[in-house]
């Protein structure tokens, strides 16, 4: 296998990670209205921030290698990709600032209306993001306006069309869906029945979003493969809710967790050998091969990610396994002023909580 088939693979896995471990911080950061209401909202809101304290930070660093390796191994595509979609890139990363602030500042003042701008900070920040990465991503599948010297010519309203759209919606539809039955996953008592209960009407929606946005890209650009990864994500996606639906949250996890794998996959199936179609002309499309660094850089890179992968797989297993106690409100101390600075991985802002916690009993 050529190593630039080799890179596009690795980038479409570090893609796929990106979204299926960030998805479900999304999806409690915009659940945080909905899930933190009653009169004990500020204590619920902590058990969600604290659901996802220790792994958000570690979550996006899947991002950020997905965007580095896309440099080393393609840097047309890249220097393409990054200078035609500038500015939804720039509000994905603004968005992705105010929403780490909000986590970091929301407790630091004992002041219930300083806690509402910062949880408005979180939630913009984490809608914002879900949409338009599934905006990015369908755009790049269908293709967009590329010329002879490999420019994108279009603008922000290019993107913004009927199908584009259509995978925004289905990402943040998807994302709410995972945070919802995460926070099943994670928690005990109200939060967790409500979280469940709204895992399935989304989940509802998010599969009929999915079904449309897959079978209108793999019907312009499918493959066989592609088709094959549509279906498993369909099948993944009714299998946990039908999990959900039965109480079983933990294979409800691992059924959105699939669902989202296999649908990110089935978009980098379709979109192979290319890497950024033009709609322009075809001869102006971006492949895996004019648009991909020297045969020496690939091998250096191939090396290094052999060694450094598993260990860092390895390190954010731990991490989850650490964390994977079920939280709720009951754990929450009172507040008492602003919160100390924490000292070990936790939400930002909120006493952390202990790995004595009770154990899952699912």
């Known amino acids: 296998m050529e190593l630039t088939t080799v890179w596009f693979i690795l980038i479409g896995v570090l893609w796929t990670g990106y979204f299926v471990l960030e998805g479900f911080d999304f999806g409690v950061g915009m659940l945080m209205p909905v899930l933190g209401r009653g009169e004990d909202g500020e204590t619920r809101k902590r058990v969600l921030l604290n659901t996802i304290g220790p792994v958000w930070d570690g979550n996006e660093v899947w991002l950020l290698t997905a965007g580095g390796a896309t440099f080393a191994a393609f840097p047309h595509w890249y220097a393409t990709l990054f200078s035609g979609f500038y500015l939804p890139l720039l509000l994905i990363l ?50 967009v306006p590329i010329n002879a010297a490999k420019e994108y010519t279009g603008n922000l309203f290019t993107l913004l069309n009927p199908v584009g759209l259509l995978g925004g919606l289905t990402t943040v539809a998807l994302f709410l869906t995972h945070g919802a039955i995460f926070v099943a996953l994670k928690t005990e008592g109200d939060i967790r029945r409500q979280a469940r209960e709204l895992s399935l009407r989304v989940g509802l929606v998010a599969a009929a979003l999915a079904v449309a946005l897959l079978v209108t890209l793999n019907a312009q ?38 669902a989202i794998g296999a649908a990110v996959a089935s978009l980098f199936l379709a979109l192979y050998p290319d890497v ?57 101390p009172a507040a008492s002023g602003a919160a100390p600075a924490p000292s070990a991985p936790q939400a930002p802002g909120n006493s952390p909580v202990p790995p004595t916690a009770p154990a899952p009993s699912r």
């Open 94 to 143: 603004v968005a992705l600032i105010v929403r780490a602030l909000g986590f970091d500042y929301r407790g630091k003042v004992d002041d219930p209306v300083w806690r509402r701008r910062w949880d408005a900070a979180i939630v913009v920040g984490s809608v914002v993001p879900a949409l338009l990465w599934g905006v990015a991503l369908t755009n790049i599948v269908r293709g």
């Open 221 to 258: 650009t499918g493959s066989a493969a592609s088709w094959v990864a549509a279906g498993a994500a369909a099948v993944a996606l009714l299998a946990g809710l039908f999990a959900s639906w039965r109480d079983r949250e933990g294979w409800a996890f691992v059924g959105t967790f699939v």
């Open 276 to 332: 950024m179609p033009s709609s322009t002309n075809p001869a102006f499309s971006l492949t895996v091969t004019n648009a991909s660094s020297t045969a020496y850089t690939l091998k250096i890179m191939t090396i290094v990610a052999a060694v450094f992968t598993p260990l860092v797989l390895a390190y954010q297993a731990w991490t989850y396994w650490v964390f994977r106690r079920r939280i709720g409100t009951r754990h929450i």
